[in-house]
T-cell receptor, first 114, second 115 residues
Framework: DGGITQSPKYLFRKEGQNVTLSCEQN?????MYWYRQDPGQGLRLIYY???????QKGDIAEGYSVSREKKESFPLTVTSAQKNPTAFYLC?????????????FGQGTRLTVV | AQTVTQSQPEMSVQEAETVTLSCTYD???????LFWYKQPPSRQMILVIR??????QNATENRFSVNFQKAAKSFSLKISDSQLGDAAMYFC????????????FGKGTRLSVIA
């Protein structure tokens, strides 16, 4: 079955550590996205990529980094510069171009700083 | 920049009754898509319904229907015959029809269903 897989489901980070969240899709979608979800804040865009080896900052990119070396993969690194990383992170993918519509989502990763 | 506003942080409905969730948006585009997503306690995002702005007919999916008012930039979701399984966060979202931009989401409405 086609879909998006995020791992791990739960992740704990110590202060000062970098952590990487995995996102893999087999939908053959060109575009991939990372959203952060906090209570009462909805989904806020961190980074997105519409093609391999290219990505753009979203609304809250500070303290995060991404790479897009393969079409299927779009990992997100939460760096020590992110002051408040505890949140629920959602990865999504879409087709691109005229007529491309909804986003498909992974199951999410809950990151907690300990 | 496009924005999506959901003015009701929380709503409740009696089982078997009807409830309407509100959404307004701001855009200068004429062609776009609007969506309602459901996020149950599992936190998996599920597409409920999609509306193409160039279609005048309101979209319907079983018990879910929308009231799309393009001039007013309003896109409400009506849930009929509410069921306990409808309890979730509901997010309104927007995307340009060019398909080259991310989806923009509202802050969500938490719907409770009372037995």
């Amino acid at each position: 079955d086609g879909g998006i897989t995020q791992s791990p489901k739960y992740l704990f980070r110590k202060e000062g550590q970098n952590v990487t969240l995995s996102c893999e899709q087999n939908l053959n979608h060109d575009a991939m996205y990372w959203y952060r979800q906090d209570p009462g804040q909805g989904l806020r865009l961190i980074y997105y990529s519409q093609i391999v080896n290219d990505f753009q900052k979203g609304d809250i990119a500070e303290g995060y980094s991404v790479s897009r070396e393969k079409k299927e993969s779009f990992p997100l690194t939460v760096t020590s510069a992110q002051k408040n990383p505890t949140a629920f992170y959602l990865c999504a993918s879409t087709l691109t171009g005229i007529g491309a519509t909804e986003a498909f989502f992974g199951q999410g990763t809950r990151l907690t700083v300990v | 920049a496009q924005t999506v506003t959901q003015s009701q942080p929380e709503m409740s409905v009696q089982e078997a009754e009807t409830v309407t969730l509100s959404c307004t948006y701001d855009t200068s585009e004429s062609d776009y898509y609007l969506f309602w997503y459901k996020q149950p306690p599992s936190r998996q995002m599920i597409l409920v319904i999609r509306q193409e702005a160039y279609k005048q007919q309101n979209a319907t999916e079983n018990r879910f229907s929308v009231n799309f008012q393009k001039a007013a930039k309003s896109f409400s979701l009506k849930i009929s015959d509410s069921q306990l399984g409808d309890a979730a966060m509901y997010f309104c979202a927007y995307r340009t029809r060019s398909g080259n931009t991310p989806l923009v989401f509202g802050k969500g409405t938490r719907l409770s269903v009372i037995a």
